[in-house]
């Protein structure tokens, strides 16, 4: 897609100036190549097939998956609101002008400019003159015995949808149990669900499947919503902390009203197949465990040898990577000034928050500032100011905060999914969301059990494929 002429002008950097970019030594146009297929990296090729002539340069997406997922809505995924695939925006559809390769990047030769491909067992390399790094995150996990065998995280459909299959399971066994001693205490395992971290991943989850278990409990002969027992759980003092402490208290208040045992100041120590055991020495019986406690940047970052901070890779306020000619990074794997905030006393700037919002915004100005670098348009460094978080605490509930504003309940909802609905960046998955929302309250809720993701699929290693890159811990 073409729009008017783009005006040729210098690439202006931070630190001085630079030409636009030449065709390769090969004769080809500037390959440009982005790892990975998520919100930054979306951004950014949807601004460079908008704003580049078509033959300015050769646009590659490597991606795992010919989607982008909208992670945000992944709690209403797993609890059978939206549809698995309605929060799948296609690649191929949206990015008409870029080559999809489908797989993994394995390794990085920054000097020789080439990358590794890996998919199940094929391998294929791939020539770059920019390489934009943008592989996002992983679930955060400690060296704690039992959660890489015992925990599942929601960062993935896979996850997601897992779930959902995994609770409706649960308590159809729990139904079904015999009314013994042994058949009492493997019912109560069945039917106490732990989620470790409250902040958004946490908190929504546990929120919103309580809200949809009071929606179908018809389903079972003995078992009622109230009979499950919800325990949240993270070392933070507060829930949702980043949206401040009036609505993070307000959405404490909505979760200990509908009976979730929350623990704050408190972690797992260990994890078995029917229990886990927390820091406060309590012991849980338990048969789901939900991992939620936080996001690391991808380890693909860490072989690089480049300076990071705090696990991101570090880059310079317009997205390059300093050291590393034609390297540009964002989203959740860089670490990026945060210049719409205040130095600290230290001097030091604080790097920007790995959410969906600032992937976003650092995907536009990656495809902005590699344009320049193409000889395209003037680059600038990267600025957001923040405009608010929110969070949907299922039914009616919701806490945000839209532009400094706090808001709860229905007010908060509408600006919820409002925000959601402009987020998606496809009008066919905003229709479909839209839809599944307006079918959730005029038609019953939906309560099939698909079984379609095999457990040892949803572990977290392999659903996150950070095996391939070795101990994550």
Do not use: C
């Not at 989607?67 to 990015?95: D, N, Q």
């Not at 791939?126 to 390489?131: A, R, S, V």
């Amino acid at each position: 897609m073409t729009g008017s002429p783009v005006r040729r002008r210098p690439f202006l950097r931070s630190l001085g100036r630079r030409e636009g970019t030449a065709a390769s030594p090969s004769g080809r146009p500037p390959r440009v190549v982005v790892v990975g297929g998520g919100f930054a990296g979306f951004h950014a090729l949807r601004y460079l097939q908008r704003h580049l002539p078509r033959d300015a340069a050769d646009l590659v997406l490597v991606s795992p998956n010919d989607y982008l997922l909208y992670s945000p809505l992944l709690p209403e995924v797993a609890t059978g609101v939206v549809e698995a695939r309605h929060v799948a925006v296609s690649l191929r559809r949206t990015l008409p002008r870029v080559r999809l390769v489908l797989g993994r990047v394995t390794d990085v030769d920054l000097t020789g400019h080439r990358i590794t491909v890996q998919r199940a067992d094929m391998v294929q390399r791939l020539d770059w003159d920019h390489l934009v790094l943008v592989p996002g995150s992983i679930t955060r996990q400690f060296e704690i015995p039992g959660v890489p065998e015992h925990a599942r995280g929601l960062k993935t459909l896979v996850e997601a949808v897992y779930l959902r299959d995994h609770l409706l399971e649960q308590l159809d066994l729990a139904d079904a149990q015999p009314d013994t001693e042994e058949g009492r205490a493997a019912r109560a395992e069945m039917l106490t669900v732990v989620a470790v971290g409250a902040g958004y991943t946490g908190t929504e989850f546990v929120a919103q499947a309580q809200r949809w278990l009071t929606r179908i409990e018809r389903r079972w002969d003995r078992t009622r919503a109230q009979d499950v027992r919800w325990v949240l759980v993270d070392v933070a003092p507060a829930v949702l902390p980043e949206l401040g402490p009036r609505l993070g208290e307000h959405a404490l208040r909505v979760l200990r009203d509908r009976g979730v045992d929350v623990r704050l100041r408190t972690s797992v120590a260990s994890a078995e197949d029917t229990r886990i055991v927390l820091t406060d020495g309590t012991t849980i019986g338990t048969r789901t465990l939900v991992w939620g406690a936080g996001v690391v940047a991808s380890p693909l970052v860490m072989g690089l040898g480049l300076p990071t901070r705090r696990g991101r890779l570090v880059t310079d306020p317009d997205l390059s990577v300093p050291g590393a000619d034609g390297l540009w990074a964002a989203g959740d794997a860089a670490a990026v000034p945060d210049l719409a905030v205040d130095e600290a006393a230290d001097g030091q700037r604080p790097d920007t928050q790995p959410t969906a919002q600032h992937a976003q915004r650092q995907g536009v100005a990656l495809g902005r500032n590699i344009a320049a670098a193409l000889g395209y348009g003037t680059a600038r460094p990267y600025r957001h100011p923040d405009l608010g978080l929110a969070a949907d605490l299922g039914g009616l509930d919701a806490v945000a905060r839209p532009l400094g504003i706090p808001l709860t309940g229905p007010a908060a909802k509408v600006v919820t999914r409002g925000y959601h609905l402009y987020a998606l960046p496809a009008m066919s998955n905003r229709i479909r969301v839209a839809l599944d929302w307006a079918f959730q309250t005029l038609l019953p809720p939906d309560e099939t059990q698909l079984s379609v993701v095999r457990e040892e699929d949803a572990r977290l290693a392999t659903a996150q494929a950070t095996a391939i890159y070795g101990s994550t811990a």
